[in-house]
């Protein structure tokens, strides 16, 4: 028997969800046949088999998310009885009921069992989950080999209202000889710890172990998310848990760029077979400045900040259902016409669902222009791991006062800002911006190569 595993599709890629099998058990399976489509990261590829045999056994389901090297599948090779293998299936990383968190733990290679309490071993992941829904794990019955606790027997457990450890119940005296953290999760470390000590210890607050599901009343339409979906989900909530967001706004009279625009796209689309959109001008002028501030072109990692050589600029395409976020790879070392270039590859292939795993990795700052379907302003949520995304909104003709105190009509548009604010500040993001504005204000006749 052959074991498909879930491959390393991309660097830094830990974890895949599977989206679609695309062969069943019984099928017959030619080498290089794609039997799965699997996501990573908002991309869709396919898996193929390295082997010929019969498909005999799928181990992970649809919509299931497991870290890279698990297996997946089996396959009986040629020769080969096709009886069904007896290889255990693989712990899903993702539930609909798991926490964010978890999420992102598993996504780490498996490592050995750890022990509970009492000696009894659990993986990390189940072990994980018994802290924390704070349960008692003798009151859990496994169904794993030897009678050993699995993840889906503490999901079952908490979905079935099981009751928490003793220790959830303590009296506030015994709570109060409880240690404070040393590290809250706020930052406010001294102060904080300070402060418990000194304060009276508050009453215990209960966690509710089981979180109560939407009822669709009747006439509701439901929609079961699809595997993009449930990824974009996953990876923003994840952006949003562990990157503090704030956000800047700055507006930028366009007005030059708009008429050079206008004068020469006719042209340019005949010429070079792209059509000539403010996008490109828009990164052009937000690379220049990722140079002059390169703090920003940067990510937060274990409480160091490391600033990229490299200028990748991630743009959103969206599609009906999905939205993609390929990436231009040095970004600065293009033209408006290269630029261009780039932006028409991307986009097509986002649409036709022929995108890589490598057209998707290694952004370092991300150009979201949400003024193409008429956003005037938005607060976009960061593509962790990089710090920073600036969203590009609609041009607005409306009356300007001048220099002269007069009023004119001009073309105008917000650009605004999210920004880790582990990493960045308002001071140095509020001169990027600044010196983004000033570059594409600048724009009366731009050289296009």
């Known amino acids: 028997m052959a074991t498909i595993l879930m491959p390393q599709l991309g660097e830094s890629v830990t974890e895949g969800t599977i989206a679609k099998w695309l062969k069943q ?32 056994e799928i181990l992970v389901p649809e919509g299931a998310t497991v870290s890279v090297g698990t297996p997946i599948a089996v396959i009986a090779e040629e020769g080969e009885a096709s009886a069904p293998a007896t290889a255990p299936k693989a712990e899903v990383a993702s539930t609909p009921t798991a926490p964010a968190a978890a999420v992102s733990a598993t996504a780490q290679v498996p490592s050995a069992p750890q022990r ?17 829904h704070n349960l008692d794990a003798s009151q859990i019955s496994g169904t794993g080999a030897g009678g050993r606790i699995t993840r889906k027997d503490v999901l079952a457990f908490v979905e079935g209202g099981g009751a928490t450890a003793p220790q959830a119940t303590k009296t506030e005296a015994e709570l109060s000889t409880v240690a404070a953290p040393t590290k809250p999760a706020t930052g406010l470390t001294e102060i904080g710890a300070q402060g418990a000590a000194a304060a009276p210890v508050a ?3 209960s966690t509710p172990s089981v979180k109560p599901s939407y009822q669709a009343a009747e006439g509701d339409t439901v929609i079961e998310a699809s595997g ?45 077979g792209v059509s000539l959109t403010f996008l490109p001008f828009f990164i052009k002028a937000v690379v220049e400045s990722l140079k002059e501030f390169p703090i920003i ?3 937060w990692q274990d409480d160091k900040i490391i600033i990229k050589k490299d200028i ?7 599609t009906e259902d999905a939205l993609f976020v390929p990436v231009i ?21 986002a649409r036709a669902g ?71 500040d308002g001071l140095v993001c509020g001169r990027f911006l600044q010196a983004v504005k000033k570059r594409i204000e600048s724009y009366v006749e731009p050289n296009l190569y």
């Not at 070392?333 to 590859?345: E, T, V």
């Not at 001048?402 to 999210?418: E, G, H, K, L, V």
Request: aromatic letters at 4%.
């Open 354 to 424: 022929k995108l890589t795993p490598d057209d998707m990795s290694g952004g370092t700052f991300t150009v979201n222009n949400t003024g193409s379907f008429g956003s005037i302003q938005s607060m976009p949520i960061i593509n962790a791991p990089q710090a920073a995304i600036l969203s590009m909104e609609a041009i607005v003709k409306r009356p300007v006062v001048t220099p002269d105190d007069s009023f004119a009509i001009r073309s105008m548009m917000n650009m605004c800002m999210s920004l880790d604010h582990r990493v960045l």
């Open 297 to 299: 072109n940067s990510t």
């Open 116 to 132: 509970g309490e009492g000696g009894a071993r659990f993986s990390p992941a189940v072990l994980r989950l018994i802290q924390e």
């Open 228 to 272: 993009v979906r449930k990824t974009i989900a996953r990876r923003m909530l994840e952006s949003k848990h562990n990157a503090p967001h704030a956000w800047t706004m700055m507006e930028a009279d366009v007005t030059s760029l708009s008429k050079f625009r206008d004068k020469s796209k006719d042209a340019f689309k005949a010429k070079e």
């Open 312 to 318: 990748n600029i991630s743009i959103a395409v969206a």
């Open 25 to 56: 058990p019984g099928d017959t399976i030619n080498k290089y046949d794609s039997i799965a489509e699997v996501i990573t990261d908002k991309v869709n590829a396919e898996v193929p088999s390295e082997f010929v045999g019969t498909l005999t």
């Open 203 to 205: 009453a215990p607050v």
């Open 329 to 349: 790879k040095n970004a600065d070392r293009l033209s408006i016409l290269g630029l261009s270039h780039a932006i028409n590859d991307l986009a097509k292939r």
